[in-house]
């Protein structure tokens, strides 16, 4: 039972964000833009995600255990950070879509990378045992919760643009005249 629960109000946050975008477009947005956002953000960190976060497990798994026999596992365990990162990580690139500024903000890029932490911890919390104990806590804080948020702070990194940075201008090659 705690399984879909949890997994419907992971649907549940994420379409209202969608409703969100919907309900409150921004000056330059048409249904097709929110649309395009929306999937840009789902494919991008359902591809993406998985793989970045759990390489980041990994990695810290080597520094935190000095051996490198731990690096192998990433190879090995590719298919399963897809399996269990897949969900999560198309649910927070819908929001990320959703949510996406006009210009990237380091409040913009703060919110998604806490949300990616959220939605890996809340998903996999979600088939640990039901007894609620506190212990309990620590799989899903290291294995949903650490890939979920370095997978998302690169992802949005990378779909949002680097925050603080001036918008290039865009020039028109052939209104600039030749020397």
């Known amino acids: 039972m705690r399984p879909y629960l949890v997994l419907g109000l992971l649907l549940l946050g994420t379409l209202a964000a969608v409703g969100y975008r919907f309900r409150r477009p921004k000056p330059d947005d048409s249904r097709r833009r929110i649309y395009s956002d ?12 998985p793989a970045v976060g759990g390489a980041a497990l990994i990695l810290a798994l080597t520094a ?16 399963w950070f897809y399996i269990f990162g897949v969900v999560p990580a198309l ?8 949510f996406k500024p006009v210009r990237p903000t380091w409040p913009a890029l ?19 045992s039901q007894e609620f104990r506190w212990a309990d806590l620590l799989f899903p804080l290291s294995v949903g919760a ?7 702070l690169l992802c949005t ?12 201008p865009a020039t028109d090659a052939a209104a600039d005249p030749a020397p």
Do not use: E, K
Not at 38 to 49: E, L, Q, T, W
Not at 146 to 152: A, K
Not at 161 to 167: A, I, S
């Open 64 to 79: 935190v255990t000095r051996d490198l026999q731990n690096l192998m596992t990433a190879i090995f365990g590719l298919p």
């Open 110 to 128: 703060g919110m998604m990378t806490v949300a990616g932490g959220l939605y890996g911890f809340l998903f996999l919390g979600a088939f640990g």
């Open 146 to 152: 650490l890939p979920g948020t370095v997978g998302s």
């Open 157 to 168: 990194l990378w779909f949002y643009g680097r925050p603080g940075r001036p918008p290039t």
């Open 91 to 98: 649910l927070c690139g819908i929001v990320a879509g959703a």
């Open 38 to 49: 929306v999937v840009a953000g789902a494919i991008m960190y359902a591809f993406a995600a």
